[in-house]
């Protein structure tokens, strides 16, 4: 049974968040944890600054709670503290879920491009550690699949707004023009080398990067005409700055009230803007009481990206539509997929017959070219296929696990694939006995 559970910017809040979220260097041993329990098969973890989803193919289906209170525990928390804001579906629903997440459909921003790379990655990471396997390999293959061909097929992309365009927009709503004012960017990855785009775009000429890795913020400032200063340095970097935004992968607040308040007094009440993009957040919250201190945080961003979803609306119905097809593709999949035993032995089995025939054939007709015995061994894939076809596709389209157990066992009497019989024939030999 497939199963998914996790919580989302729309079903919890930050605070809440922040506390599942996982860096990327523990998403193996957080996987490898998981596996663990004898009530998943397989799974996969994927944590996002607006999301923690676990995807899992499970023994049964009261095996969920277990598996959320695991969940609880693992990150310190009790299961009363989460059960209102985490969400669950189970076998197509989870899939289609999956497709919606990978069409970024189910982001904050729709059409952001971020999300799909860091679903490939989740899964990436599972899969090098044996954590996923027949279901999840072609579930997430398909899904990513999707992410792609939406992004190529849709316009939805196009005039995406990110979260670090968002910020970059509301630096410039609530301090105007960029081009004299200094901006600091804490962090060096993918939302900050974003948001830097955006803030060279929109004319902001003194920008500098702090980053725990020198060699990152480097990278990233020279890149973009920038400059960059070490880790130890923020504080004196934040007693020069209008505008800071941080977007760290950081565990614990990266900038915290004692240290600010003491930075903000060399400011002379300077107003300076904080904008936290980062899960778990960067800046302590109580930075916000402090005068002339503006802090926004992630979940603040909401207003203004709901400004800017009508433009990809219609977009967004493309995508519905291709999510649509897919699941099509995916339940005929889904509900066949308890018969790849039975394709697999039937195959094996008329194989064996029709092989065995046509060697004899061959070892009665004369000597044989080169291209008569291509011939023969076309002729003995389209056999197999001919012969196998109709009963695999009458076994596909049976409706219920049960009928297609009944559907298979059938077949596998009437081809004496292992030796036991239908319920027809056993109660034949009962009356027979």
Not at 25 to 53: P, W
Not at 85 to 105: P, Q
Not at 339 to 368: G, Q, T, W, Y
């Amino acid at each position: 049974m497939l199963y998914l559970t996790g919580l989302n910017y729309k079903s919890a809040p930050i605070e809440l968040r922040e506390k599942l979220s996982i860096p990327k260097s523990d998403l193996a041993a957080v996987i490898k944890d998981f596996m663990r329990l004898k009530e998943i098969n397989e799974c996969v973890a994927v944590s996002t600054c607006n999301r923690f989803e676990l995807y899992a193919l499970i023994n049964r289906k009261n095996a969920a709670d277990k598996i959320k209170s695991f969940i609880a525990k693992y990150f310190n928390l009790k299961s009363s503290e989460i059960k209102d804001f985490f969400y669950e579906y189970y076998d197509e629903a989870s899939a289609e879920h999956l497709f919606r997440v990978t069409a970024s459909l189910d982001s904050m921003v729709i059409g952001e491009s971020q999300i799909l790379s860091q679903i490939r990655n989740a899964y990436r990471e599972a899969a090098d550690n044996q954590a996923t396997n027949y279901t999840l390999n072609k579930l997430f293959h398909q899904a990513i699949k999707l992410g792609k061909a939406v992004r190529t097929k849709t316009e939805i992309g196009k005039k995406t707004v990110s979260i670090s365009a968002i910020a970059v927009k509301i630096a410039e709503e609530k301090m105007g023009r960029l081009d004299n004012l200094k901006v600091l960017l804490a962090g060096a990855g993918e939302t900050a080398e974003l948001a830097m785009q955006y803030l060279v775009s929109r004319g902001s000429p003194a920008i500098t990067v702090v980053n725990r890795t020198f060699e990152r913020a480097l990278a990233l400032a020279e890149k973009n005409g920038a400059s960059a200063a070490e880790f130890d340095e923020l504080y004196e970097r934040i007693a020069d700055a209008d505008i800071i935004i941080s977007s760290t992968d950081s565990p614990n607040y990266i900038i915290e009230f004692d240290h600010f308040k003491k930075a903000m007094s060399k400011r002379k009440n300077k107003p300076i803007l904080l904008i936290d993009i980062a899960v778990p957040r960067d800046i302590d919250p109580k930075i916000a009481s402090i005068k002339n201190a503006h802090l926004i945080n992630i979940d603040e961003l909401n207003d203004s990206i709901c400004n800017n979803m009508a433009v990809r609306k219609s977009e967004a119905a493309k995508a519905e539509k291709m999510i649509h097809d897919e699941m099509k593709e995916f339940t005929a999949w889904y509900k066949g997929r308890s018969i790849r035993p039975f394709v697999e032995k039937f195959r094996s089995h008329i194989k064996k017959i029709v092989e065995n025939e046509i060697d004899k054939f061959i070892k009665k007709a004369p000597i044989l070219s080169e291209e008569n015995f291509t011939r023969i061994n076309s002729l003995k894939e389209a056999l197999i296929n001919k012969i196998t076809s109709s009963p695999i596709t009458k076994a596909k389209n049976c409706n219920g696990s049960h009928e297609i157990h009944s559907c298979v066992k059938n077949f596998e009497c009437l081809f004496n694939l292992n030796g036991e019989s239908c319920d027809v024939c056993e109660k034949k030999k009962k009356k027979r006995d």
